[in-house]
């Protein structure tokens, strides 16, 4: 039989939150950290809370708010189409 087969167990295995919240569990790995926990998540608290640690949404309202302010951009089938037009207005005048 192979030895070693399982891994270490650690009974005293420390759960940290961003929030500052700590819990101890068993688990094979000695610390764990988190990002939400039942003192912070907004289904236990009843609050609406935001969390955005990759700045997901900055960078989506960012790239909204530079589209508002270029304006709309014609799609190639409309620029298409005005560029035929203009070439049967030539070929018609000669």
Request: include cysteine; charge should be positive; glycine fraction near 4%.
């Amino acid at each position: 039989m192979k030895t070693d087969l399982h891994p270490q167990y650690y009974p005293q295995a420390k759960i940290t939150c961003v929030c500052g919240a700590i819990y101890t569990t068993g688990s094979t790995v000695p610390e764990i950290r988190v990002e939400i926990c039942s003192a912070c998540h907004p289904f236990f608290t009843g609050k609406q809370k935001l969390v955005d640690t990759a700045r997901r949404v900055e960078k989506f309202t960012q790239r909204v708010a530079k589209k508002a302010t270029t304006g709309a951009r014609t799609s190639k089938t409309v620029k298409r189409a005005t560029k035929q037009a203009a070439r049967k207005l030539k070929l018609e005048e000669k």
